[in-house]
């Protein structure tokens, strides 16, 4: 047994009930993410009829080879997108960066769970193409990847400059069809 508590490698008892959602088990340390949207869905598990504010992510892996889900917001961190955002409304919510977090002791009742938490993700670098070298950086990773996931886990580019980052790594012969 592990009398400090410290993380260790190893897979969650939580993984094998295998939730449409991210859950504390999901999550091994503090991991920066995007919102793309939030929705008002039911339920996914089918254990209540209940509807509840779903965060979807921009990144689309949470680790090499694992999907990442959505993640419902409880009324805790809707409260906080609120706050982060300015703004009640979940339509605002989109391209928010947050840090996704396990508080060891969230109150559920008369216990004293695991629970997601979110908080405000530092701000980040926006690369453009007057940014020279790392612009040129940003194409090696893009033509080496075949997309721009490991690019933008680190920096902001606009969805614009990811466009004309994308056609100028564009093979010549390509650029001549169009």
């Known amino acids: 047994m592990n009398a400090q508590l410290q993380p260790v490698e ?3 008892y939580r993984k094998v009930f295998d939730s449409p959602y991210l859950s504390s088990a999901d999550i091994v340390e503090p991991t ?14 089918k254990k209540t009829k209940d ?9 689309r892996e949470l680790r090499p080879g694992e999907k990442l889900k959505p993640m419902i917001l409880n009324a805790t961190n809707s409260k906080e997108m609120a706050k982060l955002t300015g703004s ?17 002791a969230v109150k559920f009742g008369k216990d004293t769970v ?6 405000a993700a530092p701000s980040r670098r926006q690369i453009t193409p007057a940014n020279g070298q790392a612009w040129e950086n940003a194409k090696a990773a893009f033509l080496r990847d075949g997309n721009l996931d490991a690019v933008l886990a680190k920096v902001d580019i606009s969805e614009d400059d990811q466009r004309r980052l994308m056609d100028e790594c564009a093979p010549a012969d390509q650029e001549a069809a169009e």
């Open 114 to 119: 695991e629970g997601l938490r979110l908080r």
């Open 10 to 12: 190893g897979t969650h």
């Open 88 to 104: 009640p409304f979940i339509e605002d919510w989109q391209g928010i960066r947050v840090i996704v977090w396990v508080d060891k």
């Open 51 to 59: 509807v509840f504010n779903t965060a979807y992510f921009s990144e």
């Open 32 to 45: 920066p993410l995007t919102i793309a949207r939030v929705t008002q869905e039911t339920d996914k598990t």
